[in-house]
């Protein structure tokens, strides 16, 4: 009795590690998309805070708004509208990615499938001039 129930922990002990493994696996996985998520997203900062840079360089007009800001808090605002803009994004395409992966099956319920058309086999004789 006591040789089953210890065998059971074993078992059981065995599992967890495994379970471990795997959630350690998914773990690592996610964090590396999150990484890669938050490193697009401060690319996306970056390029839309030199806008104001690159506007004051050639002579640009900014809108009224943005020109009673002093030029770190443009630089700043931009930055972070940049990164909301690629926030947005990402969450608009991976919903979309999500709502076609859950929608597929029934896209291939109601298919159209295509017509079979059985078509006998006729032989044309023209009659040629002698």
């Given at each position: 009795?006591?040789?089953?129930?210890?065998?059971?922990?074993?078992?059981?002990?065995?599992?967890?590690?495994?379970?471990?493994?795997?959630?350690?696996?998914?773990?690592?996985?996610?964090?590396?998309?999150?990484?890669?998520?938050?490193?697009?997203?401060?690319?996306?900062?970056?390029?839309?805070?030199?806008?104001?840079?690159?506007?004051?360089?050639?002579?640009?007009?900014?809108?009224?708004?943005?020109?009673?800001?002093?030029?770190?808090?443009?630089?700043?605002?931009?930055?972070?509208?940049?990164?909301?803009?690629?926030?947005?994004?990402?969450?608009?395409?991976?919903?979309?990615?999500?709502?076609?992966?859950?929608?597929?099956?029934?896209?291939?319920?109601?298919?159209?499938?295509?017509?079979?058309?059985?078509?006998?086999?006729?032989?044309?004789?023209r009659e040629e001039d002698e």
């Amino acid at each position: 009795m006591i040789e089953e129930i210890l065998g059971y922990f074993t078992q059981l002990i065995q599992l967890n590690n495994i379970l471990l493994f795997v959630i350690l696996f998914a773990f690592v996985i996610i964090a590396y998309k999150v990484f890669q998520c938050a490193l697009k997203a401060l690319l996306f900062g970056a390029i839309a805070a030199s806008f104001p840079l690159l506007a004051a360089f050639f002579g640009l007009q900014l809108p009224a708004v943005f020109e009673e800001m002093s030029f770190v808090s443009r630089v700043l605002w931009f930055g972070f509208f940049g990164v909301m803009s690629y926030v947005l994004y990402f969450l608009a395409s991976h919903s979309i990615r999500t709502v076609s992966f859950v929608l597929s099956p029934f896209k291939r319920l109601f298919r159209h499938k295509p017509k079979i058309v059985h078509k006998t086999n006729t032989i044309v004789v023209r009659e040629e001039d002698e």
